[in-house]
C-alpha cells in the first residue's frame, strides 16, 4: 500500500480544474446532460440492462462521481431494472467526502450526492465495497488503474472510459489498459467515451472493440462508441440453493452475502444456538494490521476494518462500539518496524497514527508505559449479535441441532460451504488442511474494576472498556483441550492487564469468570477461503484465527461473489493468497 494524494477542489474561470493533469472534470456547462448522452446513451443504457438479472459498469476515472450518481439515478429510476447493479471504478486522487456532498448539493442528484459522501471511504489505497441501495454495489479501486484494473476479478457489461483527456492523463488511455479491460469484457460489452483520439481508437481496436464515432455533447462535436467483437466472459448460472455447514461469523457472513444474491441459503449447526465457538465470546475486537511491505495478512485485515467501517454502522445487532484502540509493540524491534512502515505506507491519520505515552495514557483514561499505534476508529462488537444479525434474512432458513456426518447428505444443494473450523477436516479429510486448534481464554472484569478506561489497549492480547467500568482482557493461546476457563487462564489475563497499563489494579485471579474457545488457524494466519478446484460444488469458509470477527464480512461477500460469478471485492493477489488449495502439493 502507498499513500494516495487526494484531490483538492479548485475552480478556474466557473470550472472545476485539475492543477495536477491541467485540466476540467467536465465541460462548462451540463455536466449531467453529458453523463446521460455520452455515457449512458453511449452504452445504450438503461435498455441494456434490462431483463438483466446482474450488470455491471466499470468506470475509469471516478472524480466527482457525476457518472455514477447519473447511472444510479437512471437504474433507480427505471421499473425495468436490473436486480442487481454493481458499479466499479478506478480513482487515483479521490476527492474528500465533504467536497463530493457540495459538488453536488445544488445539483438535481444531490440528494444520492449526499448519500455517497455518507459512505465514501478513507483514502487508502485498494478495493473499497460501499453498500447503497438495495442491489447497487458501489466498488471504488483507489489507486493507479494500471495496477488496480489487472487486479479485479470481474466480467464487465458496459465500461466508461472517462479521464483526463488523452494528453493530459496518457495513463489512463494506455493501449495495455485497453488490453486489461477487453480481457474482463462479457460479449458485446459497450464502452463509452468522450474522446475519440486516434490512439484511443487504435488501442480499443486493437484489444477487439469495434469502434465508432458518433454525435458528441456541448462543445465536443464526437463522441466514441465501441462494441467487444471477441468472445468475452460467458456468464455462469448463479446457484439457487446453497448449504452452509457453521452458524459463527464465517458461515453467517457468507449466508447472508449468498441470501442477498438471490440463493436460498439453509445453514446447519450441531450445537443448540449460533454461535458457540469462538464467536460466543462477548466482545470482539475489530482493527485493522501494520507491516512493512504490507504483505497479505496486513492488506486483507486492513481491508477488512474499511469495510466493517462502512457495514457496522447498519448492523444494530452487532453493538458496535466505536471507542478507538491502542496498540502497543511488543519489544523495540516491534517499534521500529511499525514506525518504518508508517513512513512507508503513510495512511490517513484517521485510519492509524503514532502517539507518544502521555498522549496516549490521555486517549485511554489510563497510564501506559510507552506510546504505541493508535487506531481511532478501531473498536468491539458483541459476535454472537453480529451472526444474529446477518443470519435475520426471508432467504435464509436455519436448522440447528443439526449434525451433518457426510457431504453426501447435502447432495440437493447446488452449493455446499464448510464454515465449521476445525470440523471441515472431519467432511473433507482428503483435504488435509493444515489446521491448528489454539485455545483461547478470556477473562471478564466486574463492574468497576477497570474504571476509567476509554480505549481498546492491545498487545500480546488486549483489554477491552464495557459499560460501567467492567473489561474483557484476553486472550490466551493454549495448547490443550479443556473448554472451560481455568486459573492458569486468569492469571496469564492478569499478567497480560498488568503489562499493558501502568496503573493496573490488583486482581484476584480466583474471582474472575471467563470464557474460552478454540481458533482454527492455518500456516501464515490467513483464511481458506474459496472453492475447491476439481470440487467446484464445494467451498470453504475456515482458518480464520483470532480476527474472523474483522475478517467475516468481507470474505462473506468475496465467496458469495466468486459462487455467483459477481464482481469481487477482493484483487486477484488476495484471493489467490487464500485459496483453499494453496497447502497441496505443487501448488504455487
Known sequence: MGPLTPATRHDRDGRLWSPTYRDVYGPRHGDLGQAEQVFLHGCDLPTGWRGRDDFTVLETGFGTGRNFLCTWAAWRDDPHRCQRLHYIAAELHPFAAEDLRQLHADTPL??????????????????????????????????????????????????????????RNPALWEPALIQSLADRARPGAAVASYSVAGPVRAALAAAGFAVEKRPGYGHKREALRARYSGQGLAPTPAPRTAAVVGAGVAGAA?????????????????????????????????????????????????????????????????????????????????????????????????????????????????????????????????????????????????????????????????????????DVSRLLPELALPLSRVRGQLSLLPAGGLPGLKTGIARDGYVLPLADG????????????????????????????????????????????????????????????????????????TGYASRGVTWAGLLGEALAAQLCDQPSPLPQQLIRAIRPDRFQPGTS
Request: with cysteine; net charge negative.
Open 110 to 167: 444531490a440528494a444520492l450526492g449526499a448519500r455517497l459522501a455518507a459512505v465514501w471511504p478513507m483514502a487508502v489505497a485498494g478495493f473499497h465495497r460501499l453498500p447503497l441501495d438495495a442491489g447497487l454495489t458501489l466498488t471504488l479501486l483507489f489507486g493507479d488503474a494500471r495496477d488496480s484494473v489487472p487486479q479485479l476479478d470481474a466480467a464487465i457489461d458496459a465500461f466508461y472510459l472517462d479521464g483526463f483527456a488523452p494528453d
Open 254 to 422: 457468507v449466508a447472508r452475502a449468498l441470501a442477498h444474491q438471490g440463493v436460498a441459503v439453509t445453514v446447519f449447526d450441531q450445537a443448540p444456538a449460533i454461535a458457540q465457538g469462538a464467536s460466543g465470546n462477548p466482545r470482539a475486537a475489530v482493527r485493522p494490521w501494520l507491516n512493512r511491505g504490507d504483505p497479505p495478512t496486513t492488506a486483507l485485515t486492513r481491508s477488512a476494518f474499511l469495510h466493517a467501517l462502512a457495514t457496522l454502522p447498519s448492523e444494530p445487532r452487532a453493538d458496535w462500539q466505536p471507542c478507538g484502540l491502542l496498540h502497543l509493540p511488543k519489544d523495540d524491534r516491534d517499534r521500529e518496524r511499525w514506525q518504518a512502515a508508517l513512513a512507508e505506507q503513510q495512511p490517513p491519520a484517521e485510519l492509524m497514527h503514532w502517539i507518544d505515552a502521555d498522549g496516549a495514557s490521555i486517549r485511554c483514561g489510563r497510564r501506559v508505559s510507552e506510546g504505541g499505534l493508535f487506531i481511532p476508529q478501531g473498536g468491539h462488537v458483541d459476535p454472537a449479535g453480529r451472526c444474529a444479525g446477518w443470519l435475520d434474512h426471508p432467504g435464509i432458513t436455519l436448522r440447528l441441532q443439526h449434525r451433518i456426518d457426510a457431504l453426501t447428505e447435502l447432495a440437493d444443494f447446488d452449493v455446499v460451504v464448510l464454515a465449521t473450523a476445525h
Open 470 to 541: 467492567a473489561a474483557l482482557v484476553g486472550a490466551t493461546y493454549d495448547r490443550h483441550d479443556d473448554p472451560r476457563p481455568d486459573l492458569d487462564g486468569h492469571r496469564a489475563n492478569v499478567d497480560r492487564l498488568q503489562a499493558l497499563m501502568v496503573d493496573a489494579p490488583p486482581l484476584d485471579p480466583a474471582l474472575l469468570v471467563g470464557r474460552a474457545a478454540f481458533r482454527a488457524v492455518l500456516p501464515g494466519r490467513l483464511p481458506a477461503v474459496g472453492r475447491l478446484p476439481g470440487q467446484p460444488r464445494i467451498a470453504l469458509a
